[in-house]
């Protein structure tokens, strides 16, 4: 399957889809964190200066001015990178506005190891597992253009909390113009009878990219897109355990507590079967460009390739048995 | 030394004209990295290592070494240059500057040898900067001082705050946080996005002696340190207010944040050089060939495998 790719990046349509629905919504606020030109908050921050709030580099402030402006009937879209919105200001999202349950919708930018040459600091391979451990908050990643869109759509007709991330990646086109958005609703993008490969995010055209290079071996892959981590869809990922008996998940994040955690929690409760995760490992995302991290921390089409075929080949060990 | 000698002063400034030329080139390779910053920081940069710090690469491990901790980390290429021009590393490390097993964004301890912090998160080197201090004094190494360098865009966190009173509170005399006062955070001017005035009168009511100073004047800044190593009050630490310039030395980068994270090409690098050289009446010529990296993304690798040459 050849994807093609938008010239747009993840984050331009971030700020144009708060532009539009900054339209509709008089109370949605957008507020920045000396960020908006690199998140593109900017674009709403020029067509509506009146509702963005520029709150300086003072994270634990940002989210606890957004947890006090949605208890007086705002929609708040408080955005800094997600290194910043997690592990720097994880105790006001937690007890300001997770727990409550207000209506902040957090994004989450430059995510996973996009923030590229910033390096450890600014790279954030934790957020996932950070954000799906907090009550009320949905978590989400989106794989395309449309699919970020439809999800800021429906975050909008949902008032709670959300976690969701976004980057400046050029994403390949998954999905036509008339995909949705459902919490808890993940994709089944290509049917496979051999192994399932779910990916999350962008990394789901790795994911893509691998079943194709398995079928060229005679191996036949499924391929999932699971953009809504939390809730996860449960019935997918239980029909393809059922019909492949392996799974292997990749991430753009640490295989601690994220796709691959999430996955691993539903079918050890409800169907076993070989899992294997691709992401990065107990170590940081250093700093460098984009491809050069892909590679070097295995998270290529060929690299999956070869742990799927791996995970077959056990799995066929494992029914000879 | 009270005074800077003019023999000194020209020693110095030709560090700091050598911190912003060593960048330009490093960052034009790496196709990333902070100018404005790097270059307001220069002279001051250039007079602690010049003298007023007491660290050389000889006893970058001796535990009376003098500490420095770049808070603003983004600005570690003048850090890494420094480094260089000292003979902390070579000058070839520098062109590893954000490549992978190479010089990092921001600093990471212990990756080089003078980086004692791993930075990058705005907000939190005074408090460690703190706790240096603090086990100095525990240790009774009287000897060593700790120096903190801050932005001024970086005083909007609270933890900056936090680590003032205690730092304070801790009577803490071998402590000198320095404010590199640019007056432009990433995205404008300081005083539009998150006001941090009076911020003399904020660090002298934290119980901090306050002195300020001409960030770009060698001969100001030297006096500054001298007086915060040796006339101020003993029980308190100082922090000096370094008035200075984001991207000072490129007319266009001067004040303008559009220059805060933003490489140059190689033909705009050329004539930045010519700029500075004009500015600082030099000489300067780049130490190799640049050359900007490729642009590379999600599709290039994905196809790479799924296409093989």
Redesign the interface.
Same mark, same amino acid.
């Given at each position: 399957m050849k994807l093609a790719y938008s010239s747009k990046a993840l984050r331009e349509v971030f700020g144009e889809t708060l532009v539009e629905l900054g339209g509709n919504h008089k109370r949605l606020l957008v507020l920045d964190a000396d960020l908006n030109t690199s998140s593109r908050t900017v674009l709403f921050k020029q067509k509506y200066p009146d509702r963005f709030i520029q709150c300086g580099i003072a994270e634990a402030n940002l989210f606890g001015v957004a947890a006090g402006l949605a208890a007086q009937g705002y929609t708040p879209f408080p955005s800094t990178f997600a290194a910043f919105a997690t592990r720097k200001a994880l105790d006001q999202v937690y007890v300001n506005i997770a727990y409550p349950n207000l209506d902040v919708k957090i994004a989450g930018s430059y995510c996973g190891m996009t923030a590229t040459e910033c390096g450890p600091s600014h790279n954030c391979a934790e957020d996932l597992a950070v954000m799906r451990s907090l009550p009320h908050l949905k978590v989400l990643d989106p794989g395309d253009n449309r699919e970020l869109r439809a999800m800021m759509h429906a975050m909008m007709a949902k008032p709670g909390p959300v976690y969701f991330r976004v980057s400046k990646v050029n994403a390949p086109e998954l999905f036509g113009a008339d995909h949705s958005f459902e919490f808890g609703r993940g994709h089944l993008l290509r049917p496979g009878n051999d192994v399932t490969l779910v990916g999350t995010g962008f990394m789901t055209a790795v994911a893509l990219g691998a079943a194709t290079l398995l079928d060229r071996e005679g191996i036949s892959a499924a391929v999932v897109h699971m953009p809504s981590i939390k809730p996860i869809d449960e019935d997918l990922l239980v029909q393809q355990a059922r019909a492949t008996g392996a799974l292997v998940t990749i991430e753009n994040h640490r295989v601690f507590g994220g796709l691959g955690g999430a996955v691993s929690e539903v079918l050890a409760r409800e169907y076993p079967v070989h899992i294997e995760m691709l992401g990065l490992s107990d170590t940081v995302f250093e700093a460098a460009p984009l491809a050069d991290l892909l590679r070097h921390y295995q998270l290529t089409p060929r690299a999956m390739c070869e742990k799927a075929r791996a995970l077959v080949q056990r799995k066929r060990r494992a029914s000879a048995a | 030394m009270k005074h800077l000698s003019p023999d000194k002063e020209r020693i110095l400034a030709g560090k700091a004209f050598d911190i912003r030329r060593l960048c330009l080139e490093f960052i034009t390779c =790496?196709?990333?990295?902070h100018i404005g910053g790097s270059f307001s920081e220069a002279e001051l940069l250039a007079c602690l290592y010049g003298g007023v710090m007491n660290i050389e690469p000889r006893t970058v491990d001796d535990p009376s070494r003098d500490r420095f901790i770049l808070s603003k980390? $983004?600005a570690s290429p003048a850090l890494y240059a420094i480094l260089a021009l000292e003979g902390f590393i070579s000058e070839d490390r520098l062109f590893t500057y954000?490549? !992978? #097993?190479? &010089? %990092? @964004? $921001?600093t990471?301890r212990g990756q080089c040898p003078g980086i004692e912090y791993?930075?990058?998160? !705005?907000?939190t080197g005074l408090s460690y900067a703190t706790g240096l201090a603090l086990g100095l004094r525990l240790q009774e190494n009287f000897a060593s001082r700790v120096y903190c360098l801050i932005g001024d865009? #970086?005083c909007? #966190?609270?933890q900056v705050w936090e680590a003032a009173m205690s730092a304070a509170h801790y009577r803490l005399d071998n402590l000198i946080a320095l404010i590199d006062y640019n007056k432009v955070? =990433?995205? @404008?001017k300081v005083s %539009? &996005? !998150?006001a941090i005035e009076p911020l003399a009168q904020k660090f002298a009511s934290f119980g901090w002696s306050v002195i300020e100073c001409d960030g770009h004047d060698l001969a100001d800044a030297w006096r500054a340190f001298y007086q915060a190593k040796y006339l101020e009050m003993k029980g308190r630490p100082v922090a000096i207010i370094a008035h200075t310039v984001k991207g000072r030395g490129l007319p266009e980068a001067e004040f303008n944040y559009h220059w805060h994270?933003h490489a140059p090409s190689v033909a705009q690098a050329e004539n930045f050089l010519i700029e500075l050289n004009r500015t600082y009446e030099r000489n300067g010529r780049f130490s190799r060939p640049l050359s900007s990296?490729k %642009? =590379?993304? &999600? #599709?290039?690798?994905?196809s790479a %495998?799924?296409n093989p040459a």
């Open positions: - | =790496a196709g990333w990295g980390a $983004h954000c490549r !992978l #097993e190479g &010089l %990092d @964004g $921001h990471q791993s930075g990058g998160s !705005l907000g865009g #970086e909007n #966190e609270g955070m =990433a995205k @404008g %539009d &996005l !998150l994270t990296p %642009d =590379a993304g &999600l #599709e290039d690798v994905v %495998d799924l």
